[in-house]
């Protein structure tokens, strides 16, 4: 490996252990954040109305009073899930530069069909790898929403793949560079 190869590489890794570990410190540190939920406020009780005007204007209005239930904080779970969401992101990044190191070499090409039409334009391909990270991340979040066991899965194998896809990537540009 070239050196600049292994600088992206250690420097996505970096990345991905800090944001990791950020995210983890984030679960903990939000104990108050409220949950509107059909339980999060208690209305006071009916009041009998009177048609009397009251004897101390001042009493005639008397706002309601609300208890908020605080969410309970997230569990070493969830926040270890989202750190594996966020390592998802940060390796769909490392992908998305080292597949534009890689093009700039000769004999390189991207190797997914679907993402070869979209290479050609800088822009596109970077609105169209932001779109689907951005889908993996919340499409990937409501799966675990819903079945804790299979989001699990789906995001550890979508970040083996991603990161074999990197070092592939990694690979080549190695490999480009050693033959010029």
């Known amino acids: 490996m070239t050196n600049t190869a292994k600088n992206i590489l250690i420097t996505a890794l970096i990345l991905t252990l800090a944001v990791s570990v ?10 108050t954040v409220l ?49 594996s969401l966020i390592s998802l992101a940060a390796l769909n990044v490392a992908d998305y530069f080292s597949t534009k190191q890689a093009l700039k070499l000769p004999g390189l090409s991207e190797g997914n069909p679907l993402m070869a039409p979209f290479v050609k334009n800088e822009l596109l391909f970077t609105g169209v790898k932001l779109g689907i990270t951005a889908l993996d991340y919340f499409l990937i979040r409501k799966i675990y929403k819903k079945n804790k066991v299979l989001g699990w899965v789906i995001s550890t194998a979508a970040n083996v793949a991603m990161g074999y896809i990197v070092s592939n990537n990694m690979r080549l540009i190695d490999q480009a560079r050693a033959r010029i």
């Open 22 to 31: 950020g995210a983890a410190d984030i679960g903990k540190a939000s104990l």
């Open 35 to 83: 949950s509107i939920e059909d339980s999060a406020f208690t209305a006071p009780a009916p009041q009998k109305v009177s048609f009397q005007p009251p004897a101390n204007r001042q009493a005639a209005f008397t706002p309601p009073s609300f208890s908020i239930n605080p969410r309970i904080r997230p569990s070493f779970g969830d926040s270890a899930f989202t750190a």
